[in-house]
């Protein structure tokens, strides 16, 4: 009796040492189905020059800032790697007023039809707290597959942010589409 009772305790310890390692699975993570992806590089913050947000990229990504009176984005990617092995990044905090609703999904499903992409996958949720809009386009550039990513986060009645991420090829792209997501969840909003 003595050997079961240690037994359970150990094995209760040991499930709530596991458990308590875990992160927690975003919503959008959840949404396309990407589970705990961690980024093993060393990171860097990088702040945008209006001090709106700041980001957490790998350090030997090549990152440009750019700013004017409607906006502050940062650019990132991977340029070592090969174009089908790497990803464009596109972080953005823009001056203005959008609705998170049918509207917008309407707006950026016409987009993405133009831009001769076939929608893959949408979603409306929460973004640490804010009201967000996701949405996968599928399509095809210079013979190469092309997907692209665009995420809404609505701020506040005068500010959203747009994130928008470029994949080339279909050559582990579920990975690549993970590790982005991983990223975009590093983000911090400064109001």
Not at 157 to 166: Q, S
Request: glycine share 4%; with cysteine; charged share 30%.
């Amino acid at each position: 009796m003595k050997y079961v009772s240690k037994l359970f305790a150990v094995s209760i310890c040991s499930v709530l040492l596991f458990s308590s390692c875990q992160h927690p699975v975003s919503e959008i993570s959840k949404v396309f189905s990407c589970k705990n992806i961690e980024i093993t590089e060393e990171l860097e913050r990088v702040d945008d020059f209006k001090q709106n947000f700041s980001i957490a990229v790998p350090k030997r990504w090549k990152t440009k800032l750019y700013y004017d009176n409607m906006e502050s984005e940062i650019f990132s990617a991977d340029t070592i790697k090969t174009i089908t092995d790497t990803y464009i990044m596109d972080f953005s905090s823009r001056i203005g007023s959008i609705e998170i609703d049918d509207v917008l999904k309407e707006k950026v499903r016409q987009k993405t039809m133009n831009n001769n992409l076939e929608m893959i996958e949408e979603s409306f949720h929460n973004f640490k707290g804010y009201a967000a809009y996701a949405h996968l386009g599928k399509g095809k550039s210079k013979g190469m597959d092309l997907y692209v990513f665009q995420y809404y986060i609505k701020i506040n009645n005068d500010k959203y942010m747009l994130i928008k991420t470029e994949f080339y090829g279909e050559e582990n792209f579920d990975s690549r589409f993970c590790e982005s997501l991983a990223l975009i969840e590093k983000i911090k909003i400064q109001n």
